[in-house]
Nanobody, 117 residues
Framework: VQLQESGPGLVAPSQTLSLTCAVF??????????WNWIRQSPGKGLEWMAT???????YYSPSVKNRTSISRDTSKNQFFLQLRSVTPEDTAVYYCTREDGLGFDSWGQGARVIVSS
């Protein structure tokens, strides 16, 4: 399976960041797989943000839950992340990944997002 992120690159503070993950070579509705958004801010480690299951159930990290939404479009085999009220601290490379219950077995190449006016 291959995953490909797309997004705006530059977002102004207080706006909403919207990212898309297109999945190729495997269905996001296949049982046993979970689809995730993970980010890495400059100089920091990886941070899990949100997951959508194969049946569409969402899960969120407590650190971003209040301003994050994960969703999907099964007809396009894509899933999405919305992060509201962004600040410069949300500057990061955002990755979409697949998890098979044992670990993250597929990653996109990452989408670099800068939050700046």
């Amino acid at each position: 399976v291959q995953l490909q992120e797309s997004g705006p690159g530059l977002v102004a503070p207080s706006q909403t960041l919207s990212l898309t993950c297109a999945v190729f070579g495997g269905s996001i509705t296949t049982d046993r797989y979970y689809w995730n958004w993970i980010r890495q801010s400059p100089g920091k480690g990886l941070e899990w943000m949100a997951t959508v299951s194969s049946s569409g159930d969402p899960y969120y990290s407590p650190s971003v839950k209040n301003r994050t939404s994960i969703s999907r479009d099964t007809s396009k085999n894509q899933f999405f992340l919305q992060l509201r009220s962004v600040t410069p601290e949300d500057t990061a490379v955002y990755y979409c990944t697949r998890e098979d219950g044992l670990g993250f077995d597929s990653w996109g190449q990452g989408a670099r997002v800068i939050v700046s006016s």
